[in-house]
């Protein structure tokens, strides 16, 4: 496995071996000993899956308290995926990364608590799987708007479809500050 680093600390991008030939492929998508020695110091505890259609935009999503850890991949279609940093004392606060997640280049991307986190899909349809450090817990979820002009990051696609709760997210700069990260 091929473990890259991101202008924002603590995302790391990676890239896993596969194992193919005409009959198709393997790919070993997670092995506790080997995420470790790679520098993945993560414990999961739970798994998610997301089908999503073209032009359906999720995000950006985090939860404070009880942050979460998320480890991405896209099983079937792509997807523009993108973190914010909104770690307050971080030098990079308010920046974002955002790379190309797909079945075809089997990338994963895993982002640490302290960023929101969101993706675009690109393709017809897309499967998102993403295991998290932490459970899901509705009461501490906060989302920043995908369009704030502070962040300014650069979707590949206009006028994504949202859900109502997304469209309704405030600006990073309207986030109480108690729930972004210290």
Request: with cysteine; net charge negative; charged share 25%.
């Amino acid at each position: 496995m091929k473990v890259l680093t991101c202008d924002i600390a603590g995302l790391l991008i990676l890239e896993p071996k596969v194992f193919g030939d005409a009959r198709g492929f393997f790919l070993e998508t997670y092995n506790e000993r080997r995420y470790r020695e790679a520098g993945l110091d993560a414990t999961f505890v739970q798994d998610n899956l997301s089908f999503s259609r073209r032009g359906i935009l999720r995000g950006l999503h985090f939860q404070n308290p009880n942050p979460q850890g998320k480890l991405l991949q896209v099983l079937q279609g792509e997807v523009f995926d993108v973190a914010v940093d909104v770690r307050r004392s971080s030098p990079t606060f308010g920046r974002w990364h955002g790379l190309m997640l797909s079945a075809e280049n089997k990338l994963q991307f895993y982002i640490p608590p302290g960023f929101a986190h969101g993706f675009l899909v690109t393709s017809d349809t897309a499967l998102f799987h993403y295991k998290c450090t932490e459970l899901y817990s509705p009461k501490d979820e906060m989302a920043i708007r995908w369009d704030d002009p502070a962040i300014g990051i650069e979707w590949p696609m206009k006028d994504p479809l949202l859900s109502e709760r997304d469209s309704k997210a405030l600006r990073l700069s309207d986030a109480p500050s108690e729930r972004l990260f210290a």
